[in-house]
Nanobody, 121 residues
């Protein structure tokens, strides 16, 4: 069993900042990619940012220069520092992890429960 627990969402004014955290725990041998997605009502879930175990990251164009993803491999935790927030960033944010639960098995994707981010104008 694997659990991903997110924290750090909330309400902030436009131009403000929030930092999301997501800690993975349970039956984990190794984690490959950790990332953040977001999903507005009635829309598909979209990638915000992702980071591999070595630290290389990629970002969606709509957050480049504003959001920074990082991870602490020792803690199996991924962070998303969100600066210069805009009202259109308002939605639910989900973390995910592509991991192996035992040596030699295939990667499986796991999701957190989601955390609400609301940016007021």
């Amino acid at each position: 069993q694997v659990q991903l627990v997110e924290s750090g969402g909330g309400l902030v004014q436009a131009g403000g900042s929030l930092r999301l955290s997501c800690a993975a725990s349970g039956s984990i041998f190794s984690i490959d990619t950790m990332g953040w997605y977001r999903q507005a009502p009635g829309k598909q879930r979209e990638l915000v940012a992702a980071v591999i175990s070595g630290g290389s990251a990629n970002y969606a164009d709509f957050v480049k220069g504003r959001f920074t993803i990082s991870r602490d491999n020792a803690k199996n935790t991924v962070y998303l520092q969100m600066n210069s927030l805009k009202p259109e960033d308002t939605t639910v944010y989900y973390c995910n992890a592509d991991l192996r639960q035992r040596v030699g098995v295939r990667l499986t994707r796991h999701w957190g429960q989601g955390t609400q981010v609301t940016v007021s104008s």
